[in-house]
Protein backbone atom coordinates (compact mmCIF):
# COMPACT_ATOMS: atom_id res chain seq x y z
CA UNK A 1 0.00 0.00 0.00
CA UNK A 2 0.91 3.46 -0.96
CA UNK A 3 -0.13 6.90 0.71
CA UNK A 4 0.50 10.41 -1.25
CA UNK A 5 0.55 13.45 0.17
CA UNK A 6 0.27 16.39 -1.31
CA UNK A 7 1.28 20.02 -0.11
CA UNK A 8 2.24 22.66 -1.71
CA UNK A 9 -1.12 24.52 -3.34
CA UNK A 10 -2.40 28.24 -2.49
CA UNK A 11 -4.07 31.24 -4.18
CA UNK A 12 -1.05 33.20 -6.30
CA UNK A 13 -1.70 35.62 -9.26
CA UNK A 14 -1.43 35.13 -12.95
CA UNK A 15 2.60 34.76 -13.84
CA UNK A 16 3.19 33.55 -10.74
CA UNK A 17 4.88 30.33 -9.80
CA UNK A 18 4.06 27.49 -7.11
CA UNK A 19 6.17 24.29 -6.13
CA UNK A 20 3.87 21.29 -5.33
CA UNK A 21 5.08 18.12 -3.78
CA UNK A 22 3.79 15.00 -3.31
CA UNK A 23 5.33 12.87 -0.26
CA UNK A 24 4.93 9.19 -0.88
CA UNK A 25 5.63 5.92 1.57
CA UNK A 26 6.72 2.92 0.78
CA UNK A 27 9.95 1.25 0.09
CA UNK A 28 9.34 0.88 -3.74
CA UNK A 29 8.63 4.47 -4.59
CA UNK A 30 11.32 4.36 -7.01
CA UNK A 31 9.82 1.82 -9.13
CA UNK A 32 6.77 3.84 -9.62
CA UNK A 33 5.46 5.83 -12.38
CA UNK A 34 4.27 9.26 -10.77
CA UNK A 35 2.24 11.92 -12.08
CA UNK A 36 0.12 15.13 -11.21
CA UNK A 37 -3.31 15.65 -12.65
CA UNK A 38 -5.74 17.83 -12.10
CA UNK A 39 -9.68 18.60 -12.13
CA UNK A 40 -11.21 21.92 -12.41
CA UNK A 41 -15.00 22.36 -11.32
CA UNK A 42 -17.34 21.26 -13.95
CA UNK A 43 -14.50 19.47 -16.20
CA UNK A 44 -12.93 16.07 -16.28
CA UNK A 45 -9.50 15.45 -14.50
CA UNK A 46 -6.78 15.79 -16.77
CA UNK A 47 -3.42 14.73 -16.75
CA UNK A 48 -0.69 17.48 -16.06
CA UNK A 49 2.64 15.20 -16.01
CA UNK A 50 4.16 12.25 -15.80
CA UNK A 51 7.60 11.06 -14.63
CA UNK A 52 9.10 7.38 -15.12
CA UNK A 53 11.30 5.42 -12.32
CA UNK A 54 14.04 6.72 -14.97
CA UNK A 55 13.35 10.46 -15.01
CA UNK A 56 11.67 10.31 -18.33
CA UNK A 57 8.67 13.04 -18.40
CA UNK A 58 5.68 13.85 -20.43
CA UNK A 59 3.80 17.13 -19.98
CA UNK A 60 -0.19 18.33 -21.20
CA UNK A 61 0.22 20.72 -24.36
CA UNK A 62 -1.30 23.24 -22.11
CA UNK A 63 1.76 23.28 -19.44
CA UNK A 64 4.77 22.25 -21.73
CA UNK A 65 7.31 24.74 -21.42
CA UNK A 66 5.88 25.95 -17.83
CA UNK A 67 5.39 22.78 -15.59
CA UNK A 68 8.86 20.70 -14.40
CA UNK A 69 8.15 17.43 -12.77
CA UNK A 70 10.84 15.93 -11.10
CA UNK A 71 11.66 13.20 -8.18
CA UNK A 72 14.07 13.01 -5.23
CA UNK A 73 13.82 8.92 -5.01
CA UNK A 74 16.03 9.49 -2.27
CA UNK A 75 12.94 11.39 -0.45
CA UNK A 76 10.32 9.14 -1.64
CA UNK A 77 9.10 13.08 -3.49
CA UNK A 78 7.77 14.09 -6.65
CA UNK A 79 7.89 17.53 -7.12
CA UNK A 80 5.62 20.20 -10.10
CA UNK A 81 7.23 23.53 -10.37
CA UNK A 82 4.67 25.76 -12.31
CA UNK A 83 5.62 28.84 -13.48
CA UNK A 84 4.40 31.65 -15.76
CA UNK A 85 0.72 30.03 -13.98
CA UNK A 86 -2.50 31.13 -15.46
CA UNK A 87 -6.13 31.59 -14.57
CA UNK A 88 -6.90 28.66 -16.39
CA UNK A 89 -4.53 26.37 -14.38
CA UNK A 90 -6.89 26.85 -11.97
CA UNK A 91 -7.81 23.29 -10.25
CA UNK A 92 -7.49 20.66 -7.73
CA UNK A 93 -4.01 18.85 -8.19
CA UNK A 94 -3.23 15.62 -7.70
CA UNK A 95 -0.60 13.36 -7.05
CA UNK A 96 -0.71 9.36 -8.45
CA UNK A 97 1.27 6.38 -8.42
CA UNK A 98 1.94 3.03 -9.93
CA UNK A 99 3.51 0.19 -11.50
CA UNK A 100 1.34 1.05 -15.04
CA UNK A 101 2.48 1.06 -18.28
CA UNK A 102 3.86 4.58 -19.95
CA UNK A 103 0.51 4.80 -21.80
CA UNK A 104 -1.80 3.80 -18.93
CA UNK A 105 -0.05 6.07 -16.53
CA UNK A 106 -0.76 9.26 -18.96
CA UNK A 107 -4.41 7.87 -19.08
CA UNK A 108 -4.42 8.33 -15.35
CA UNK A 109 -4.85 4.55 -14.71
CA UNK A 110 -2.41 4.63 -11.66
CA UNK A 111 -3.24 2.59 -8.45
CA UNK A 112 -2.38 5.24 -5.70
CA UNK A 113 -3.99 8.77 -4.85
CA UNK A 114 -3.49 11.69 -3.00
CA UNK A 115 -6.41 13.72 -1.61
CA UNK A 116 -5.11 16.81 -3.98
CA UNK A 117 -4.25 19.98 -2.96
CA UNK A 118 -5.75 23.38 -4.18
CA UNK A 119 -4.33 25.68 -6.69
CA UNK A 120 -6.03 29.06 -7.35
CA UNK A 121 -4.28 31.31 -9.67
CA UNK A 122 -6.12 34.84 -9.92
CA UNK A 123 -6.33 37.20 -12.80
Known amino acids: QVQLVESGGGLVQAGGSLRLSCAASGRTFSSYVMGWFRQAPGKQRELVAV???????SYADSVKGRFTISRDNAKNTVYLQMNSLKPEDTALYYC?????????????????WGQGTQVTVSS
Open 51 to 57: ISSGGFT
Open 96 to 112: AAGLATWTSATRGQLDY
